[in-house]
């Protein structure tokens, strides 16, 4: 089955810097690659996501990029905000016929003001 | 659009009860639900897949008959935890996926803390 690697765990930046998130995943087939942010004690909140078939994808100050054949994908954000500590997951949708997510450990980020 | 509800939020239990958690789609169709499992600091956990009118799909190490799982129409899906036990106390989150739209979209539930003494 479909394997989600995340790093880093922990991540502090700087208000106004750019924080990177990074996530592997182990099954070719899997063409779907979320990003939830999850306030503590809350519900994920889906704040991006990219389909296999493109290679970036950009809202406002947050892009993913996806590296399909190195099986790797990133979450961008750019002048962070406090607003934006949270707990951040990725997730693959697994297999070719799967409706499953499987999620990363997820990276509590940490925007010092 | 794409709201969904839990019940209840927060419970507390004593051991060998059991608890009945619900999950509902408020304004839209559910043909498949999930139910995961958070544990603090960590992430969340499939246990189970729920399609309306069928038997929920297990995922490996989760126990069926400990976790029943009712998804008995497009805006609701129940799980209940039986017997509860310590070990049991956790963050339980379901998801649901909206019918006739774009298959990978997975809307979250609030969660309900249960807490087993």
């Known amino acids: 089955g479909e394997n989600v690697e995340q790093h880093p765990s922990t991540l502090s930046v700087q208000e106004g810097d750019s924080a990177v998130i990074k996530c592997t995943y182990s099954d070719s087939a899997s063409n779907y690659f979320p990003w939830y942010k999850q306030e503590l004690g809350k519900r994920p909140q889906l704040i991006i996501d990219?389909?296999?078939?493109?290679g970036e994808k950009k809202d406002q100050r947050i892009a993913v990029t996806l590296n399909k054949t190195a099986k790797h994908f990133s979450l961008h954000i750019t002048e962070t905000q406090p607003e934006d500590s949270a707990v951040y997951f990725c997730a693959a949708r697994d297999g070719n016929y799967g409706q499953n997510f499987v999620f990363g450990p997820g990276t509590r980020l940490s925007v010092l003001p | 659009g794409a709201v969904v509800s839990q019940h209840p939020s927060r419970v507390i239990c004593k051991s060998g009860t059991s608890v009945k958690i619900e999950c509902r789609s408020l304004d839209f169709q559910a043909t498949t639900m999930f139910w995961y499992r958070q544990f603090p600091k960590q992430s969340l956990m499939l246990m189970a897949t729920s399609n309306e009118g069928s038997k929920a799909t297990y995922e490996q190490g989760v126990e069926k008959d400990k976790f029943l799982i009712n998804h008995a129409s497009l805006t609701l899906s129940t799980l209940t935890v039986t017997s509860a036990h310590p070990e049991d106390s956790s963050f339980y989150i379901c998801?649901?996926?909206?019918?006739?739209?774009?298959?990978?979209?997975?809307?979250f539930g609030p969660g309900t803390r249960l807490t087993v003494l």
């Open positions: 990219i389909r296999s078939n493109v």
């Open positions: 998801s649901a996926r909206v019918r006739d739209r774009a298959y990978n979209e997975q809307f």
